[in-house]
């Protein structure tokens, strides 16, 4: 079956350019989430999407990054004027159906996005 | 503000040689404790939920289990397949919904 998805897999651009992050959810799961993982560091939450909303953005570093998923399904995460210290993987994840009953809170990992900022 | 702090940062281990990762937390009300597998190159893959201490849940050659102040990843005679990298997470309760804060986890080396 198909799990979560993400194009590029990687992605190397010059300081101050813009980029975007492709993220295809599996089918039906209505939450999906953006982390990014530096060297040696566990993935750090930057943003969560319920349906086509952001319902929590606390996790973006700054105004260079912005996520969308206007249709609910795949998700774009945006960042203007790169710079090197946004080098590192980005990870998108999707949640079963259920998030009101936590016993079935498991986060599908797709196989991320390494982000390289020369 | 949660914190999750893994140890050891990193442990190499014979086949066969059983030892245990330790997730200690700090969080108000635990929602939950989760912990990935991850290899290189791969996102993390999902292994156990746990809610309540005193619970325990095992896969294979891997059981974790849980305190009120930790968890413990055990792994029972290892095999070389097991080498990855150990992410503990706990359930974060944001202003509008749940997100994961994970460690910095274990990377487990297995040698033959």
């Known amino acids: 079956g198909a799990g979560v998805s993400q194009t590029p897999s990687n992605k190397v651009t010059e300081k101050g350019k813009y980029v975007e992050l492709r993220c295809d959810p599996i089918s039906g799961h209505t939450a999906l989430y953006w982390y990014r993982q530096s060297l040696g560091q566990g993935p750090e939450f930057l943003i969560y999407f319920q349906g086509t909303g952001a319902a929590d953005d606390s996790g973006l570093p700054n105004d260079r990054f912005f996520a969308v998923r206007p249709e609910g399904s795949v998700s774009t995460l945006k960042i203007q004027r790169t710079e090197r210290g946004d080098s590192a993987v980005y990870l998108c994840?999707?949640?079963?159906?259920?998030?009101?009953?936590?016993?079935?809170?498991?986060?599908?990992f797709g196989p991320g996005t390494r982000l390289t900022v020369t | 503000e949660d914190q999750v702090t893994q140890s050891p940062e990193a442990l190499r281990l014979q086949e066969g040689e059983s030892s245990s990762l330790n997730c200690s937390y700090t969080v108000s009300g635990l929602r939950g404790l989760f912990w990935y597998r991850q290899d290189p190159g791969k996102g993390p893959e999902f292994l156990f939920t746990?809610?309540?201490a005193g619970e325990e849940k095992e896969k294979e050659r891997l059981k974790a289990t849980l305190t009120k102040k930790e968890s413990f990843l055990h792994i029972t005679a290892p095999k070389p397949e097991d080498s990855a990298t150990y992410l503990c997470?706990?359930?974060?309760?944001?202003?509008?919904?749940?997100?994961?804060?994970f460690g910095k986890g274990t990377s487990l080396l297995v040698t033959p």
């Open positions: 997470a706990v359930l974060h309760q944001g202003s509008k919904g749940y997100a994961l804060n």
């Open positions: 746990l809610y309540s």
């Open positions: 994840a999707s949640l079963t159906p259920g998030l009101a009953a936590l016993s079935s809170y498991e986060q599908y």
